[in-house]
């Protein structure tokens, strides 16, 4: 719930999400069909959309309680269920004709064969391949006119395997990926063994943090969304059901103002850039590049640990009589200059003072989830206030 409230607040015209069952992120915090109509709910208010995603690769008896997941989905009000199995599809089609059908990029629609295929059986939109690039893009949109909605991911973690059809994890751990409990096996460090050497581990070191061999850089278009809509892409989706509300705030935003401004023209977009860029760099990413969308990964593999250039400090939780509310999350001093993100973008908070509930004044908190208090005005309840990087244990 964190995280859809986050990203409606900063910008997300939908958001995807799973139920306790069914979808390829088993281990998400995923919602009760109660809680899942209240995110539909709030999603509603705001004139958003939301999508459930029911895109594991299922078996005959997984068939039964899926469909009994999408028909408790749809009462729900949720706007679409995104898919990748064609069993699946066609019997949400048969037995539930009434909620509209994504096809699941993990379905790897790669061609306009594939595409008319799954629009004959009544999907409304596709989720592309991965690894489709955008030359490709703009010739299937051409053979299917406007009528069918393409979708593409522009940020975040990308995998290794083809579109996510991974062994790799139930192989290592017994934990299926394409059952929604992938262990990302990937990211993990290797060393070498030669046959005749059973034992014998040879460390393979790129620099001091390891080598990383099947680690997948993530992916940032935010550089190249003409070149996306262009391409007849009409939906932009973030890569992000097991991140942080941080991460799905600070994301979402830096997205919506990059296409806020192209809006106003190229020229805006392009002055807006360098602070959207550097916005992304302020939450936990890896290095990124473009993906396929521009021919194979450069670099394909070798993307190492989390970096980011801000720590999450607090959520705001009110303001009022020049004093702000703050849930903590990690430590701030007295003296330091914070930022809050805010809908509309970022706001520098000198740190002047800090208050305690028992009204003590303190230079400094350290306790994640304590209620704290610092002079400040116009900020607002779901602001996030964030800090120089210290290199603390972020806790979200």
């Known amino acids: 719930m964190p ?9 997300a015209d939908a958001v995807y999400g799973g139920a306790q069952r069914f979808g390829l992120r088993a281990f998400a915090g995923n919602f009760t069909m109660e809680e899942l109509a209240q995110a539909v709910s709030l999603c509603h208010e705001k004139g958003k959309k939301f999508y459930i995603t029911l895109n594991i690769l299922p078996f005959d008896d997984d068939m039964e309680g899926l469909l009994q997941t999408a028909r408790e989905a749809k009462e729900c009000g949720v706007d679409g269920a995104i898919v990748s199995d064609v ?11 009434e909620l509209p059908v994504h096809v699941s990029t993990q379905a790897n629609v790669m061609n306009s064969y594939a595409a008319r295929e799954f629009i004959r059986l009544g999907a409304c939109r596709i989720v592309l391949a991965r690894e489709m690039d ?10 299917l006119g406007d009528e069918t909605e393409l979708e593409a991911f522009v940020h ?17 751990t017994g934990r299926g990926g394409n059952k929604g409990a992938c262990a990302q096996p990937c990211r993990w460090e290797y060393a070498l063994v030669e046959k005749k050497r059973p034992g014998e581990y040879i460390p393979v070191e790129e620099d001091d943090r390891g080598t990383y061999l099947l680690s997948a850089y993530d992916l940032c278009m935010i550089e ?3 070149e996306m809509l262009d391409a007849g892409i009409t939906s932009l989706k973030i890569e992000g059901r097991m991140k942080t509300a941080y991460y799905v705030a600070t994301v979402t935003y830096a997205y919506r103002a990059a296409l806020d401004a192209l809006q106003r023209g190229e ?10 860029i550097a916005e992304l760099k302020k939450a936990s990413h890896r290095d990124w590049n473009t993906g396929f969308f521009f021919g194979a990964p450069a670099p394909a593999s070798g993307a190492g640990g989390f970096r980011q250039d801000m720590e999450f400090c607090a959520d705001v939780a009110g303001c009022e009589n020049g004093m702000a509310k703050l849930i903590l999350k990690n430590r701030f001093y007295v003296g330091d200059t914070l930022e809050a993100l805010t809908p509309k973008g970022p706001v520098a908070v000198p740190v002047t003072d800090i208050l305690t509930e028992s009204g003590e004044h303190v230079e400094t908190v350290s306790v994640a989830g304590q209620t704290v208090y610092i ?17 603390h244990r972020v806790q979200y």
């Open 3 to 11: 995280q859809l409230k986050a990203a409606l607040r900063y910008g």
């Open 224 to 226: 190249h969304l003409p």
């Open 134 to 143: 955008l030359a490709r893009i703009r010739k299937l949109h051409a053979e």
């Open 156 to 172: 975040g973690a990308m995998c290794m395997s083809f579109s996510g059809r991974c062994m790799l994890s139930d192989h290592l």
């Open 375 to 391: 002079p400040a005005e116009g900020l607002s309840d779901g602001d996030i206030l964030r800090g120089p990087n210290r290199n």
């Open 87 to 97: 069993g699946a599809i066609c019997l949400l089609r048969e037995k539930l004709p």
């Open 267 to 276: 020229a805006e977009y392009r002055r807006v850039l360098p602070s959207l």
